[in-house]
């Protein structure tokens, strides 16, 4: 026990620790802010620099620069209506018109505070639950793996794209993208089309900064000459009143976020959707109309998208499986740093789990401090205009690139991902689904290949025992649900049903 | 009953059919590790994912069947004109041209020169002139550059 306690309190009494995640936290409300910049971006050009780093060092600043990221976003959405992050987009809704009304002080001050909320409970969450979760983890057999991977990719495609189909040939793209190279168990070149260079395999960092960062980049200049209209701030801090007033309304939304952010490849986006739903429908009578300025419209997305945090830390700690692009990021530096995110994570390393857990607490209370102040200093920062930032984003993401491995034709490949990012970003394709790919692509590889392992490479064994299993049962129908729901068939059995 | 369709962008139906041609040199490629795979081999999975992706972009294809294009565009010339106009307009061409040329000068230029002339052509190109303004703006950023991945993080840079 004194030994968690150790841990959890270890980035709180260190000061080098302390330091990186302050930093992290304001870094990540000013990269979140600022359009054209993101979250996923700044972590996956991070991830390259920090390979060096002792892993609490480097975890301290990505903790701190997610969670402050998931945060900016939403100043920006208040003040200028342009989202700086997707999970800030129905923060707009309400928030630029509050900033319209002379209340932008007001809508920041209360946003900040019920950011820190649902972040803090999300955090609590993921404590709570964690352990129980990996321990049932222990249990899985190599094939529940594989379909809870395939649910978690499937989950993906359905909820971030336009059409499913668009969703699974992205999912299916990165996961073909993560198996270029030699094959683990027999050494044999694949998908390499002969080239000697491919045989390492791409570096999922080089594609995630391709995707993200010169993707981003090329696909902002559209917005090149778009001027933002500037709005005045006052007072920031809420009153304790407003804040006891909206706090039944936050703690319902930090639970939808938790559990969206715990859904694999969901995150704040979708989390901040459905709790700006959920007060629409609950709420009878807002501060005022919703998308009209109602405080309600802004609590609601804003606690939401911070609790998804600590939701989505839970699969990528537990089963390995990260809950959005940034735990896929996050998740690439543990491996990197030799650690083994899973159910095996809080057995050998449990340090790692009570410290992320710590850290995630401490960089919400540097979000309260840092989202209180500054705002002055702020609003000059996010004017920086899209002709100065484009350029610079290309030359960290060289920077990025180049430090993984000191390889120049690593660099032309993420330009070469960035341009077909750009063209999939254009045609309504997510970058999301990708990088999930690229990241479970191998772990699907692995664990298929166990699984029909253990049952003697027979397909029809293989088949039976996911009916038989009841694990494997409950996440096949799961599957089978999700993939049904998509199709005409759940209109016409949802018509069926209302008639009986 | 009138029925609502979506909208089809200029170029996307070509970008599918460019998928699906994508997704048939993925199996190919798949096939070639060890011809028609057995359930558990190291072609196995590859040759699943490119199946999935074939499928996944015949059925993306089969949908524009339910898409119709914007009224404004008159014919599939007229549909190319606003393709080209769209995503290829002078300040995307001229970032590309010079992002690429930048890489391929940071070889035998070094990192530093090139990414100083990269970053000083792009800004006074972007920003309409201002010559001295963006030349200081570049000097600085070189700068900080230094200062943080060479000093702090101590990234070794081309």
Same mark, same amino acid.
């Given at each position: 026990?004194?030994?968690?306690? #150790?841990?959890?309190?270890?980035?709180?009494?260190?000061?080098?620790?302390?330091?990186?995640?302050?930093?992290?936290?304001?870094?990540?409300?000013?990269?979140?802010?600022?359009?054209?910049?993101?979250?996923?971006?700044?972590?996956?050009?991070?991830?390259?620099?920090?390979?060096?780093?002792?892993?609490?060092?480097?975890?301290?600043?990505?903790?701190?620069?997610?969670?402050?990221?998931?945060?900016?976003?939403?100043?920006?959405?208040?003040?200028?209506?342009?989202?700086?992050?997707?999970?800030?987009?129905?923060?707009?809704?309400?928030?630029?018109?509050?900033?319209?009304?002379?209340?932008?002080?007001?809508?920041?001050?209360?946003?900040?505070?019920?950011?820190?909320?649902?972040?803090?409970?999300?955090?609590?969450?993921?404590?709570?639950?964690?352990?129980?979760?990996?321990?049932?983890?222990?249990?899985?057999?190599?094939?529940?793996?594989?379909?809870?991977?395939?649910?978690?990719?499937?989950?993906?495609?359905?909820?971030?794209?336009?059409?499913?189909?668009?969703?699974?040939?992205?999912?299916?793209?990165?996961? #073909?993208?993560?198996?270029?190279?030699?094959?683990?168990?027999?050494?044999?070149?694949?998908?390499?089309?002969?080239?000697?260079?491919?045989?390492?395999?791409?570096?999922?960092?080089?594609?995630?900064?391709?995707?993200?960062?010169?993707?981003?980049?090329?696909?902002?200049?559209?917005?090149?000459?778009?001027?933002?209209?500037?709005?005045?701030?006052?007072?920031?801090?809420?009153?304790?009143?407003?804040?006891?007033?909206?706090?039944?309304?936050?703690?319902?939304?930090?639970?939808?976020?938790?559990?969206?952010?715990?859904?694999?490849?969901?995150?704040?986006?979708?989390?901040?959707?459905?709790?700006?739903?959920?007060?629409?429908?609950?709420?009878?009578?807002?501060?005022?109309?919703?998308?009209?300025?109602?405080?309600?419209?802004?609590?609601?997305?804003?606690?939401?998208?911070?609790?998804?945090?600590?939701?989505?830390?839970?699969?990528?700690?537990?089963?390995?499986?990260?809950?959005?692009?940034?735990?896929?990021?996050?998740?690439?530096?543990?491996?990197?740093?030799?650690?083994?995110?899973?159910?095996?994570?809080?057995?050998?390393?449990?340090?790692?789990?009570?410290?992320?857990?710590?850290?995630?607490?401490?960089?919400?209370?540097?979000?309260?401090?840092?989202?209180?102040?500054?705002?002055?200093?702020?609003?000059?920062?996010?004017?920086?205009?899209?002709?100065?930032?484009?350029?610079?984003?290309?030359?960290?993401?060289?920077?990025?690139?180049?430090?993984?491995?000191?390889?120049?034709?690593?660099?032309?490949?993420?330009?070469?991902?960035?341009?077909?990012?750009?063209?999939?970003?254009?045609?309504?394709?997510?970058?999301?689904?990708?990088?999930?790919?690229?990241?479970?692509?191998?772990?699907?590889?692995?664990?298929?290949?166990?699984?029909?392992?253990?049952?003697?490479?027979?397909?029809?064994?293989?088949?039976?025992?996911?009916?038989?299993?009841?694990?494997?049962?409950?996440?096949?129908?799961?599957?089978?649900?999700?993939?049904?729901?998509?199709?005409?068939?759940?209109?016409?059995?949802? #018509?069926?049903?209302?008639?009986? | 009953?009138?029925?609502?369709?979506?909208?089809?962008?200029?170029?996307?139906?070509?970008?599918?059919?460019?998928?699906?041609?994508?997704?048939?040199?993925?199996?190919?490629?798949?096939?070639?590790?060890?011809?028609?795979?057995?359930?558990?081999?190291?072609?196995?999975?590859?040759?699943?994912?490119?199946?999935?992706?074939?499928?996944?972009?015949?059925?993306?294809?089969?949908?524009?069947?339910?898409?119709?294009?914007?009224?404004?565009?008159?014919?599939?010339?007229?549909?190319?004109?606003?393709?080209?106009?769209?995503?290829?307009?002078?300040?995307?061409?001229?970032?590309?041209?010079?992002?690429?040329?930048?890489?391929?000068?940071?070889?035998?230029?070094?990192?530093?020169?090139?990414?100083?002339?990269?970053?000083?052509?792009?800004?006074?190109?972007?920003?309409?002139?201002?010559?001295?303004?963006?030349?200081?703006?570049?000097?600085?950023?070189?700068?900080?550059?230094?200062?943080?991945?060479?000093?702090?993080?101590?990234?070794?840079?081309?």
């Amino acid at each position: 026990m004194s030994d968690t306690f #150790s841990f959890l309190l270890m980035a709180w009494l260190d000061p080098q620790l302390l330091l990186l995640t302050a930093l992290g936290t304001l870094a990540g409300i000013y990269v979140g802010a600022i359009p054209g910049l993101s979250v996923t971006m700044a972590a996956s050009i991070l991830i390259s620099f920090t390979f060096s780093w002792d892993i609490n060092n480097a975890l301290a600043l990505m903790v701190g620069i997610y969670v402050g990221g998931v945060y900016g976003g939403s100043r920006t959405a208040i003040l200028l209506n342009i989202p700086g992050a997707p999970s800030a987009v129905v923060t707009a809704f309400d928030g630029y018109p509050l900033a319209q009304r002379g209340e932008a002080g007001q809508a920041i001050g209360l946003s900040t505070v019920m950011s820190v909320i649902g972040g803090l409970l999300g955090t609590l969450v993921l404590a709570g639950s964690a352990p129980f979760l990996a321990d049932m983890a222990l249990e899985f057999a190599p094939r529940d793996y594989f379909l809870i991977a395939v649910l978690g990719l499937l989950l993906v495609s359905t909820l971030s794209g336009k059409s499913l189909a668009r969703g699974i040939f992205s999912v299916a793209l990165g996961a #073909s993208i993560g198996l270029v190279g030699m094959d683990m168990v027999t050494a044999q070149p694949r998908l390499t089309m002969g080239s000697m260079e491919l045989l390492g395999g791409i570096h999922y960092v080089v594609v995630m900064i391709g995707l993200f960062g010169v993707a981003e980049a090329f696909y902002q200049l559209h917005n090149l000459t778009k001027v933002p209209i500037k709005q005045k701030v006052d007072k920031i801090i809420p009153p304790l009143s407003m804040v006891l007033k909206y706090l039944p309304l936050s703690i319902r939304t930090s639970i939808i976020g938790v559990i969206v952010g715990a859904l694999p490849g969901t995150g704040g986006d979708i989390a901040s959707l459905f709790a700006y739903d959920h007060a629409k429908r609950t709420v009878k009578n807002p501060s005022s109309p919703f998308g009209e300025g109602a405080y309600e419209g802004l609590v609601a997305p804003e606690t939401a998208n911070n609790a998804a945090v600590g939701g989505a830390y839970v699969p990528m700690l537990t089963l390995g499986m990260p809950g959005d692009a940034v735990t896929a990021v996050i998740l690439g530096a543990l491996v990197i740093h030799g650690l083994n995110p899973g159910p095996m994570l809080m057995i050998e390393t449990p340090h790692i789990f009570w410290f992320t857990v710590g850290n995630l607490a401490l960089a919400n209370i540097f979000l309260l401090i840092f989202g209180l102040t500054g705002i002055k200093v702020f609003s000059k920062v996010v004017e920086v205009p899209k002709a100065l930032l484009i350029p610079l984003i290309l030359v960290l993401c060289v920077v990025g690139t180049y430090s993984i491995n000191s390889n120049m034709t690593e660099v032309y490949w993420m330009l070469g991902f960035g341009i077909l990012g750009y063209w999939l970003k254009v045609f309504g394709f997510q970058m999301g689904p990708v990088i999930l790919g690229v990241i479970l692509g191998p772990l699907l590889d692995e664990t298929y290949r166990q699984a029909m392992s253990s049952v003697g490479d027979s397909g029809g064994q293989f088949l039976l025992a996911l009916v038989t299993n009841p694990l494997s049962l409950v996440l096949t129908t799961v599957i089978a649900l999700v993939l049904l729901g998509q199709t005409p068939a759940k209109t016409w059995l949802t #018509s069926q049903f209302q008639r009986n | 009953m009138s029925q609502k369709f979506e909208r089809v962008q200029p170029g996307e139906k070509v970008f599918d059919w460019l998928l699906l041609l994508f997704s048939i040199g993925v199996l190919l490629e798949a096939y070639r590790i060890d011809g028609i795979p057995s359930v558990n081999s190291p072609g196995s999975f590859p040759v699943g994912l490119a199946l999935v992706m074939l499928a996944s972009s015949v059925v993306i294809l089969v949908s524009h069947r339910r898409k119709r294009r914007d009224p404004r565009i008159r014919n599939a010339l007229h549909e190319a004109q606003v393709f080209l106009h769209e995503h290829f307009q002078p300040h995307i061409v001229v970032f590309t041209f010079l992002a690429v040329a930048y890489l391929a000068a940071i070889v035998w230029a070094s990192f530093y020169v090139s990414t100083y002339l990269f970053l000083a052509v792009t800004f006074i190109y972007f920003r309409h002139g201002r010559v001295v303004s963006s030349l200081i703006i570049s000097a600085v950023a070189i700068a900080v550059i230094y200062a943080l991945f060479t000093l702090v993080f101590r990234v070794y840079l081309p």
